[in-house]
C-alpha cells in the first residue's frame, strides 16, 4: 500500500485529536516500532498466539455450501474458532503485549458488539491488567451476555449514553478517558479505524489472518484465491484478510458494509453512501450531513453498526483495489441461518454479511474459481438477536 | 491587526487580562445567543468564543455536550450562525472566535469557510482536533482570509510548544489539565513551569482555559498568563436558567464577577 507519508494512506488517515493526545500518539508509534522490530517481543506474540487463542485457525473447505450453490469453491476461514470466539483477540494479545512493555498497568477499550471488549478484558485478566471497557447503552442491551462476560472477567464496563448511545460513542468516550490518564492507561483500538498509529498497529496485528489463509490456501489448492469477501464495520477482520495479498493483483478483495433496512432507509454503509470527512482521529469516509455533523447509523448487527470506516479501506476503495458491497439486514440474518443449517457453523452476525454476499457471488461463478470468506467471529452472542428479528419468543 | 490582537493590546497597555468566555451557538436559541453575546460584553468579557455545535465533540465534556445536543436538536446550521455573528457585528465590536471541530470546516468548504468568516466578522477559530501536524490543511488559507487560527498547548506538550507557538495566530490556548473541558476542584499541573517553558517561545498572548470556574480561580490563575477562558461554568448557567427562563441574568451576573476577579490582578 503507498503511504505517501506516515499514516496516511492516500488522502486518508493522519492524526486529527487535541493536542493533549499528540505526544501519547507519538510516544505509541515509536514504541510499536521498536517492538515490531524485536524478536523478543515477537516471539512472545507468537506463543500467546498459538498456545492461547488457539492459532492457526482453520481454512475449512465448505463442500455442501458450494455444492448446493453450484458455483466457486468456498473456503471459510474460522476466526469464530479463536479463544473468545472473534478475530479480535489477535489484535488485542498484540496491544496488551505493547501496553505491558509501555509499562502501562490499567487497559481501556471501546466496544460495539462486545467482541472486542470481551477479548481486552480477557487479556487484561491473563496479564493482570486494571480494564475499563466503554460500551454504547444501546449495544449494552443488545449485547447483554458478553456484558456479563466481560464483568465476570474482572471489567469494568462504562455505560456511554450521549449521541445514539452505540459505538461511535464508546469510541469517543475511550478517547476522551486516555486523554485524561494517558500516564498510566493504554486505550486498545479495536479496529483498523482512529489516529495513526493505531491502523496500521491492528492492521499488522491482524494480518496473521491474511497469512495464514495464504499458506492453506496454496498447500489446498496449489494457488492464490481468487476472491476475498469479508464484513466491515470498522474494517479490521478485513484489513487483516486483505493486507497480505494486496500486491497480488489476481486476487479480487470485497469488503461488506451493513446495509440495514436498505440503503434507502436507515444503514450503515460507509463506502456505498458516506463522503469524505474526519472523525476519531482520521480522514476517511462517513456518513454525515452536509454541516458535518455525523449521522445516526444503524445495523442488526452491532459490530457493523459504526458510521465511518478505517482509513486504509477508503484507500483501497478509491484506489480501485478492492470493491465495498452493501447486505441488508434480512439477507444477513437469512444467511446466519443458512450457513448454521447447511454446514452446522453458526456465524456471527457481522460474519452473516459476508457469507450473504458469498451466497450472491458464488453462483454465478465457474467451479474452477476459489472464494474465501472470513468467518470473523462466533453467532453465539447473536441468537437472542436473530430470534427477535424473527419474532420467536425465547427465554432471555 | 486583528481584533483579537488590537484587543489584548488595549488591556496590556492598561495591565490588564483579558477575559475570555464561551457559549453554545443556539443554546438554547440563536436569538438567546446574540443576547447573551452582547450581555457578556456589557458584563467585562473581552472577548467571546462561539461554540458550534457538533454531534462527535471529541474535546468536551458532559455540560458542553449537552449544550451541543441542545442546539442541534434545534436543527442549527452553520449557516446560521455565520448570519448571527453578521447580526451582532451591527452592534458590537467585540472580538469572536468559533469553537469548531475540523470535520465542519472540511464540509462546508474551506474556501466557503473562512469567505464567510471574514465578510460576516468572526476574528479567529479554534480547532480542537486540528493539531500542529494537521493544520497546514487550513493555514495558508485562514492567514489569506486574515483569519487567526488559535493554536492549542497542553501540559503535555513539552518539546512540540515551540512549533506550535510558531504558527499561533491571536492567542496561544493553554489546556491546563488533561482531560476535556469541565469544571475542576482544583489543578494538579506546574503553572509556573509550563508558563516558563511557553513563555520562552511564544510572543503572542497567552490565554488559559479548560476547567476554570469561579472567580477565585481566575484570580489565582490570572498571574501566569494574559487571560483566562471559561466555557463550562457559563454553559451550566445557561442551562440552569433554561426552565425559569432567567440563564442571561444568571450568566451576566458571573461573567461580572470573573471579570472583577481579574481587575485584582495586576
Given at each position: 500500500?503507498?503511504?505517501?507519508?506516515?499514516?496516511?494512506?492516500?488522502?486518508?488517515?493522519?492524526?486529527?485529536?487535541?493536542?493533549?493526545?499528540?505526544?501519547?500518539?507519538?510516544?505509541?508509534?515509536?514504541?510499536?516500532?521498536?517492538?515490531?522490530?524485536?524478536?523478543?517481543?515477537?516471539?512472545?506474540?507468537?506463543?500467546?498466539?498459538?498456545?492461547?487463542?488457539?492459532?492457526?485457525?482453520?481454512?475449512?473447505?465448505?463442500?455442501?455450501?458450494?455444492?448446493?450453490?453450484?458455483?466457486?469453491?468456498?473456503?471459510?476461514?474460522?476466526?469464530?474458532?479463536?479463544?473468545?470466539?472473534?478475530?479480535?483477540?489477535?489484535?488485542?494479545?498484540?496491544?496488551?503485549?505493547?501496553?505491558?512493555?509501555?509499562?502501562?498497568?490499567?487497559?481501556?477499550?471501546?466496544?460495539?458488539?462486545?467482541?472486542?471488549?470481551?477479548?481486552?478484558?480477557?487479556?487484561?485478566?491473563?496479564?493482570?491488567?486494571?480494564?475499563?471497557?466503554?460500551?454504547?447503552?444501546?449495544?449494552?442491551?443488545?449485547?447483554?451476555?458478553?456484558?456479563?462476560?466481560?464483568?465476570?472477567?474482572?471489567?469494568?464496563?462504562?455505560?456511554?449514553?450521549?449521541?445514539?448511545?452505540?459505538?461511535?460513542?464508546?469510541?469517543?468516550?475511550?478517547?476522551?478517558?486516555?486523554?485524561?490518564?494517558?500516564?498510566?492507561?493504554?486505550?486498545?483500538?479495536?479496529?483498523?479505524?482512529?489516529?495513526?498509529?493505531?491502523?496500521?498497529?491492528?492492521?499488522?496485528?491482524?494480518?496473521?489472518?491474511?497469512?495464514?489463509?495464504?499458506?492453506?490456501?496454496?498447500?489446498?489448492?496449489?494457488?492464490?484465491?481468487?476472491?476475498?469477501?469479508?464484513?466491515?464495520?470498522?474494517?479490521?477482520?478485513?484489513?487483516?484478510?486483505?493486507?497480505?495479498?494486496?500486491?497480488?493483483?489476481?486476487?479480487?478483495?470485497?469488503?461488506?458494509?451493513?446495509?440495514?433496512?436498505?440503503?434507502?432507509?436507515?444503514?450503515?454503509?460507509?463506502?456505498?453512501?458516506?463522503?469524505?470527512?474526519?472523525?476519531?482521529?482520521?480522514?476517511?469516509?462517513f456518513l454525515q450531513d452536509e454541516d458535518g455533523q455525523i449521522d445516526p447509523v444503524y445495523s442488526i448487527s452491532a459490530g457493523l453498526d459504526y458510521p465511518g470506516i478505517g482509513p486504509q479501506h477508503a484507500f483501497l476503495f478509491e484506489s480501485g483495489r478492492a470493491r465495498y458491497e452493501p447486505v441488508t439486514d434480512a439477507e444477513a440474518v437469512e444467511a446466519f441461518k443458512y450457513l448454521t443449517k447447511t454446514e452446522g457453523i453458526i456465524p456471527a452476525l457481522e460474519s452473516a454479511h459476508a457469507v450473504a454476499y458469498a451466497l450472491k457471488l458464488a453462483p454465478a461463478l465457474p467451479r474452477d474459481k476459489i472464494l474465501v470468506v472470513n468467518l470473523s467471529g462466533r453467532g453465539d452472542k447473536d441468537v437472542y438477536s436473530v430470534a427477535r428479528y424473527m419474532g420467536v419468543n425465547v427465554n432471555e | 491587526m486583528s481584533r483579537i490582537g488590537a484587543k489584548f493590546d488595549e488591556l496590556r497597555s492598561r495591565g490588564e487580562k483579558a477575559l475570555i468566555t464561551f457559549v453554545t451557538a443556539g443554546d438554547p436559541t440563536l436569538e438567546a445567543t446574540r443576547d447573551l453575546v452582547l450581555e457578556m460584553e456589557k458584563r467585562g468579557a473581552d472577548i467571546i468564543e462561539l461554540g458550534i455545535p457538533y454531534s462527535d465533540p471529541v474535546a468536551e465534556g458532559p455540560v458542553i455536550m449537552r449544550a451541543n445536543s441542545r442546539a442541534l436538536k434545534n436543527k442549527i446550521r452553520i449557516k446560521d450562525i455565520m448570519g448571527l455573528v453578521s447580526d451582532i457585528r451591527k452592534t458590537s465590536e467585540i472580538p469572536l472566535v468559533y469553537l469548531l471541530y475540523f470535520n465542519c470546516i472540511l464540509r462546508y468548504g474551506p474556501e466557503r469557510f473562512f469567505s464567510d468568516c471574514k465578510s460576516g466578522g468572526v476574528d479567529g477559530i479554534i480547532v480542537p482536533d486540528l493539531p500542529y501536524e494537521e493544520c497546514d490543511e487550513i493555514y495558508g488559507i485562514a492567514k489569506d482570509y486574515g483569519i487567526d487560527l488559535i493554536m492549542l498547548v497542553a501540559p503535555t506538550s513539552r518539546e512540540r510548544i515551540e512549533k506550535i507557538a510558531g504558527k499561533a495566530g491571536g492567542f496561544l490556548y493553554c489546556v491546563s489539565s488533561l482531560g476535556v473541558t469541565g469544571v475542576r476542584e482544583k489543578f494538579s499541573t506546574d503553572f509556573k513551569s509550563f508558563f516558563e517553558c511557553i513563555n520562552r517561545y511564544s510572543a503572542v498572548p497567552k490565554a488559559l482555559g479548560f476547567g476554570i470556574s469561579t472567580p477565585a480561580q481566575a484570580e489565582e490563575l490570572g498571574k501566569y498568563c494574559d487571560g483566562i477562558i471559561v466555557g463550562s461554568a457559563i454553559v451550566k448557567r445557561v442551562e440552569e436558567g433554561l426552565a425559569a427562563g432567567d440563564f442571561q441574568a444568571r450568566v451576566g451576573g458571573l461573567v461580572a464577577g470573573l471579570k472583577s476577579a481579574l481587575e485584582k490582578v495586576r
Open positions: 500500500m503507498t503511504e505517501y507519508r506516515k499514516g496516511r494512506y492516500g488522502r486518508f488517515g493522519g492524526q486529527y485529536v487535541p493536542e493533549t493526545l499528540m505526544n501519547a500518539l507519538i510516544e505509541l508509534e515509536r514504541s510499536y516500532y521498536a517492538a515490531r522490530d524485536d524478536n523478543e517481543f515477537l516471539r512472545e506474540y507468537d506463543f500467546f498466539l498459538k498456545e492461547y487463542a488457539g492459532r492457526p485457525s482453520l481454512l475449512y473447505y465448505a463442500r455442501k455450501m458450494t455444492e448446493e450453490l453450484g458455483g466457486a469453491k468456498i473456503y471459510l476461514k474460522r476466526e469464530d474458532l479463536n479463544h473468545t470466539g472473534s478475530h479480535k483477540i489477535n489484535n488485542v494479545l498484540g496491544q496488551a503485549l505493547l501496553a505491558k512493555k509501555m509499562g502501562k498497568r490499567r487497559v481501556i477499550a471501546e466496544t460495539g458488539a462486545g467482541q472486542h471488549g470481551v477479548a481486552t478484558a480477557t487479556a487484561a485478566a491473563l496479564f493482570n491488567m486494571e480494564c475499563e471497557i466503554f460500551m454504547g447503552s444501546e449495544d449494552m442491551e443488545r449485547q447483554s451476555l458478553n456484558v456479563f462476560r466481560m464483568r465476570l472477567l474482572g471489567a469494568d464496563v462504562r455505560e456511554v449514553s450521549s449521541g445514539t448511545g452505540t459505538l461511535k460513542d464508546a469510541t469517543s468516550e475511550a478517547f476522551k478517558e486516555w486523554a485524561a490518564r494517558v500516564g498510566d492507561t493504554y486505550l486498545v483500538v479495536g479496529s483498523v479505524v482512529g489516529p495513526h498509529p493505531y491502523p496500521e498497529i491492528v492492521r499488522d496485528f491482524q494480518s496473521v489472518i491474511g497469512s495464514e489463509v495464504r499458506a492453506q490456501v496454496l498447500e489446498k489448492e496449489r494457488r492464490l484465491p481468487d476472491c476475498l469477501i469479508a464484513c466491515v464495520g470498522g474494517g479490521s477482520n478485513a484489513m487483516g484478510l486483505f493486507y497480505p495479498f494486496i500486491g497480488c493483483s489476481g486476487v479480487e478483495m470485497v469488503g461488506v458494509e451493513a446495509g440495514g433496512e436498505g440503503l434507502n432507509a436507515r444503514h450503515a454503509a460507509s463506502i456505498t453512501k458516506g463522503s469524505v470527512g474526519v472523525m476519531h482521529g482520521m480522514k476517511s469516509f | -
